[in-house]
């Protein structure tokens, strides 16, 4: 991969959080080629979402350095932040406003307005089939309805980069399908994706490589076949997942 | 300025959206200074309509017990009985009736008071006109009984020993003049009249209510206990705000902001924004209804006439220092149960020590120090100067400034202490 084609340039990450001795992420080196769609796997607790939130500027971490579209996390977060998009795993939503106020909100804190604004909330509630509720309070959506729309709120400014944290958790069959088409056709658009889930099968079709981290290490990353050809074998991604991280119970 | 207004707009909403608790910012308010003012002003008006219950034994029939008696009746601060159960008292059913708080308080003048005063008088007069030094003065002392319910205020002991103190003295010297006047004309070549005839005031008192300037401000229960209330009840804003903000973190709405372009400075200073217009429309409210609706459950009316920008540039400064306040235990707080606790208990604390219940100058020393600390006071002071001593604004600048650095200061505790969070976790 050359230095060109890189989203996002991870160097020796480390973590540690306040009364751990051990840190939850552990010198973690990693590179993320642009428009890829890149899965980051684990088991509970594994430091996925601690990797996601330092990845967004929502924590500092102890140690290693981060560049972002170019950018260095320490030092241009606030251009970090204008190319990102972040889907996380909560429903970050105003359930007292509409969609449409949710959307016009987040269009403008990032800096979208007048008719630019408006076209582009009214594309995305037409892809993600929420035209017709565009109006009624976000409380009184249905799940499948709020993971859209939270969706949609990362995507609101067209960014380059987009975090996926869990994004079709507790949705149905209908709803998933929405979002995993459309996933698809945004990165395909050029969007390098961040993607986090324990829908191994989804990861498996979505992913273009992947990594899985365990007790805040890197076990192994690549595309699927190579992960495969490291560790000879022609399993599915579950199983190879169970090989590699164990089959204990996880808090 | 664009983030700015997304941001503003998204927290009127929110505010708008809510509207219990759209209801709860303005009417509760209004209804505690209401209810507050209304009471402290009822309360000695109720005194005096319904009369604190005071039992008498009038033993003397006598000067002493007579004017005692007169006096009490006609202070019409007591409803004088001479009967207990249609029975005339003794000592011992003065006190059950005192103890069991069917009377406030008791009263037992010993009979011949008023001749066991004379007789003392009088032998002390001899003693004086014998000029013999061997005779000792008689001293028989007379006791006035006075029993008091615990649940009384000290405050109506006091006023009661104090009246009893004065009437007592007033016969003691008609006694002594009496006296005087008789041993005189006794041992003296020279006739005087009654001595009693040169009792009159001599010394007199002028009240008046001093303010700054020319015009004179005649404090009432409005002026005194609006202000106080107000306070208390903008500083209240701390708890929808605070909660607001953790309902924020923790709905992860907070964090979806701070992926985008904007600050935590930010999203705060748009919370000022908001939150400030609340607090001045409370503000503004509160005073009209002591303006124009006091009147009508006939209370005195708030005066705020030619004080308008003053009251409201002290309004803008507390309701920053709540407001900043806000901000410091909704960014330090995790849940809503420590925020709301903490949040509801620190404001009656800071209320309570900055002289909103009782005057900072009848509190401990200690906690007349303390009183400098709360916000509420330096807002209670400002309020105070501008309405009852007449200040004007460059009088009460150091308030509003003081009150500018505590939410200043509690800004710069949020920020350093979001900042530890996302680096510590």
């Not at chain 2, 001593?389 to 200061?409: E, T």
């Amino acid at each position: 991969m050359s230095t060109d084609n890189i989203a996002i340039d991870i160097q020796d990450l480390t973590k540690y959080y306040r009364g751990f001795e051990k840190p939850a992420i552990d010198r973690i080196s990693l590179r993320i080629g642009e428009s890829s769609i890149f899965g980051l796997l684990g088991p509970n607790g594994a430091g996925k979402t601690t990797m996601i939130r330092i990845l967004c500027g929502l924590l500092i971490p102890t140690g290693g350095k981060v560049m972002i579209g170019g950018y260095s996390l320490r030092n241009e977060l606030t251009e970090i932040r204008r190319i990102i998009g972040v889907v996380p795993q909560e429903i970050a939503l105003f359930p007292s406003l509409t969609a449409r106020e949710n959307l016009f909100i987040f269009g403008g804190i990032c800096g979208l307005k007048g008719s630019v604004l408006k076209q582009r909330i009214n594309e995305l509630l037409s892809t993600f089939g929420l035209e017709r509720s565009q109006g009624m309070q976000v409380g009184l959506y249905s799940g499948g309805m709020k993971r859209r729309l939270n969706l949609i709120a990362g995507l609101l400014h067209k960014p380059r980069i987009l975090f996926l944290d869990e994004p079709t958790v507790g949705v149905d069959v209908q709803s998933k399908s929405v979002i995993m088409e459309n996933l698809v056709e945004i990165n395909r658009r050029g969007t390098t994706i961040v993607y986090t889930s324990h829908y191994l099968e989804e990861a498996e079709s979505f992913c273009s490589s992947l990594a899985i981290i365990d007790e805040g290490v890197i076990i192994t990353q690549g595309s699927l076949n190579d992960i495969r050809k490291e560790y000879k074998s022609d399993a599915g991604l579950e199983e190879l997942f169970l090989e590699l991280t164990g089959k204990n119970l996880r808090d | 300025m664009r983030v700015l207004f997304a941001l503003a707009y998204k927290d009127y909403l929110v505010i708008i959206r809510d509207r219990g608790g759209l209801a709860m910012l303005f009417l509760m308010p209004l209804a505690l200074v209401l209810i507050m003012t209304s009471l402290q002003d009822n309360t000695f008006k109720a005194i005096n309509e319904s009369g604190i219950n005071l039992v008498m034994l009038n033993r003397d029939q006598d000067s002493l017990g007579m004017i005692i008696e007169k006096e009490i009746i006609n202070s019409n601060f007591f409803k004088v009985h001479n009967k207990i159960d249609n029975r005339i008292p003794t000592e011992k059913s003065i006190r059950e009736a005192v103890a069991s708080g069917k009377y406030q308080i008791g009263i037992i003048i010993p009979a011949k008071a008023t001749e066991r005063i004379r007789e003392q008088v009088k032998r002390d007069m001899q003693v004086v006109f014998s000029g013999d030094s061997t005779v000792k003065p008689l001293n028989d002392s007379v006791f006035i009984g006075l029993y008091i319910d615990p649940a009384t205020k000290n405050s109506l002991r006091s006023t009661l020993q104090g009246s009893i103190r004065e009437f007592t003295a007033q016969v003691e010297s008609h006694i002594i003049l009496n006296e005087l006047t008789q041993q005189i004309n006794r041992h003296l070549m020279v006739k005087v009249g009654d001595l009693n005839r040169m009792k009159h005031g001599t010394v007199f008192y002028r009240e008046e209510y001093v303010a700054r300037g020319d015009k004179n401000v005649i404090p009432n229960s409005a002026q005194h206990n609006v202000p106080a209330w107000t306070l208390f009840a903008m500083f209240f804003i701390v708890i929808p705000f605070a909660s607001s903000m953790i309902r924020e973190r923790e709905d992860g709405s907070q964090s979806r902001l701070l992926t985008m372009p904007c600050s935590y400075g930010s999203i705060m200073v748009s919370k000022i924004m908001v939150y400030l217009v609340v607090c001045y429309l409370q503000f503004v409210s509160i005073m009209a209804m002591g303006v124009y609706l006091f009147p009508l459950f006939g209370l005195p009316a708030l005066d705020v006439s030619g004080k308008l920008i003053s009251l409201s540039v002290m309004a803008f400064a507390a309701a920053l220092a709540a407001i900043g306040y806000g901000i410091s235990v909704g960014t330090i707080a995790r849940t809503h149960q420590q925020a709301a606790i903490f949040a509801s208990i620190s404001v009656v604390i800071l209320a309570a020590v900055g002289g909103i219940w009782v005057p900072v100058f009848i509190m401990p020393h200690f906690f007349r120090i303390l009183s400098h600390i709360s916000p509420l006071n330096w807002g209670l002071n400002g309020f105070y100067d501008i309405l009852v001593r007449n200040s004007d604004l460059a009088d009460v600048i150091h308030y509003v400034l003081w009150m500018l650095l505590f939410s200043i200061g509690c800004l710069m505790v949020a920020l350093y202490y979001h900042r530890l969070r996302k680096e510590f976790a």
